[in-house]
């Protein structure tokens, strides 16, 4: 199956001389998580949440100056873009654009043709691969359990601590959630995205001693005998791009990311080549 094939989402663009605090509203106002770095002569490079959690932690300038006083400078798009983002086109194999995503660690990749950039496509729309009929990649794994699949390095908090906590876990990485937890059982989730709202509502800093109890997202959760089908439809459904894995107890055993379904259609390709 190609991209082709998949359909194309119209990509969001931006300036590379735009700051972090412009790509950081302009994400936020379109519900998206990718940008195409574009200026006169075309595409340029790539930006992610990803690149502005790992770089300036998804804060403002005058955020980050609140917290590190005199520290603060202005960066822009430029200076934290990946400008040599792998390009895919239409025709490219789903499966050989989940490779490149997952071994150059982007959760989307631009699609260009005949030289002109067409579009873009995300982790989010490969995970449709493992509901449709046709892709035979998919067909032999739809009814694995997702348990097999699952990450088990996790980054946790306890529903006592304050919001910087989070941040702390999630400042300098590429990871997107802190799971609550309290005597081994799951009590919740928190986002980046959660953050952000959270700091989109306050005035600036007094969000870090927002206790996390008054944000935690309670969520969606997997059994550990899920079906890779289901998670796959449930979290493309819900656009979520990590789900824990619980006992009935709700024991934290594991979580399930878009990364780990991606690996496993990549891996299942390659024996089958």
């Given at each position: 199956?190609?991209?082709?094939?998949?359909?194309?989402?119209?990509?969001?663009?931006?300036?590379?001389?735009?700051?972090?605090?412009?790509?950081i509203d302009?994400?936020?106002?379109?519900?998206?998580?990718?940008?195409?770095?574009?200026?006169?002569?075309?595409?340029?490079?790539?930006?992610?949440?990803?690149?502005?959690?790992?770089?300036?932690?998804?804060?403002?300038?005058?955020?980050?100056?609140?917290?590190?006083?005199?520290?603060?400078?202005?960066?822009?798009?430029?200076?934290?873009?990946?400008?040599?983002?792998?390009?895919?086109?239409?025709?490219?194999?789903?499966?050989?654009?989940?490779?490149?995503?997952?071994?150059?660690?982007?959760?989307?990749?631009?699609?260009?043709?005949?030289?002109?950039?067409?579009?873009?496509?995300?982790?989010?729309?490969?995970?449709?691969?493992?509901?449709?009929?046709?892709?035979?990649?998919?067909?032999m794994?739809?009814?694995?359990?997702?348990?097999?699949h699952?990450?088990?390095?996790?980054?946790?908090?306890?529903?006592?601590?304050?919001?910087r906590?989070?941040?702390?876990?999630?400042?300098?990485?590429?990871?997107?959630?802190?799971?609550?937890?309290e005597?081994?059982?799951l009590?919740?989730v928190?986002?980046?995205?959660?953050?952000?709202?959270?700091?989109?509502?306050?005035?600036?800093?007094?969000?870090l001693?927002?206790?996390?109890?008054?944000?935690?997202?309670?969520g969606?959760?997997?059994?550990?005998?899920?079906?890779?089908?289901?998670?796959?439809?449930?979290m493309?459904?819900?656009?979520?791009?990590?789900?824990?894995?619980?006992?009935?107890?709700d024991?934290?055993?594991?979580?399930?990311?878009?990364?780990?379904?991606?690996?496993?259609?990549?891996?299942?390709?390659?024996?089958?080549?």
């Amino acid at each position: 199956m190609i991209i082709r094939e998949l359909g194309l989402r119209p990509p969001v663009h931006i300036s590379p001389f735009s700051t972090t605090d412009e790509a950081i509203d302009l994400m936020w106002q379109n519900d998206i998580r990718h940008l195409l770095v574009t200026d006169r002569d075309g595409f340029v490079g790539l930006v992610t949440d990803g690149d502005l959690l790992e770089s300036v932690g998804m804060l403002t300038r005058a955020e980050r100056e609140c917290l590190f006083p005199g520290a603060s400078e202005e960066i822009l798009v430029a200076d934290i873009m990946d400008a040599e983002a792998i390009c895919v086109t239409p025709e490219t194999l789903l499966t050989d654009a989940a490779h490149h995503m997952i071994y150059g660690m982007r959760t989307a990749l631009p699609v260009v043709e005949d030289g002109e950039l067409v579009g873009i496509v995300t982790e989010m729309d490969l995970l449709g691969l493992f509901n449709d009929p046709s892709c035979a990649t998919a067909a032999m794994l739809r009814d694995e359990p997702v348990i097999n699949h699952s990450s088990r390095v996790l980054r946790t908090v306890t529903r006592h601590e304050r919001l910087r906590k989070v941040c702390e876990k999630l400042n300098g990485s590429k990871h997107h959630h802190v799971l609550v937890v309290e005597d081994g059982r799951l009590v919740g989730v928190i986002s980046d995205w959660d953050v952000r709202m959270v700091i989109g509502r306050s005035q600036v800093g007094q969000w870090l001693d927002r206790p996390i109890d008054d944000i935690i997202v309670s969520g969606i959760t997997f059994r550990p005998d899920e079906t890779l089908d289901r998670v796959a439809w449930l979290m493309r459904e819900e656009k979520l791009t990590a789900v824990p894995i619980t006992t009935p107890d709700d024991l934290l055993m594991s979580m399930v990311t878009v990364t780990d379904l991606l690996r496993v259609l990549v891996a299942d390709a390659v024996i089958h080549a």
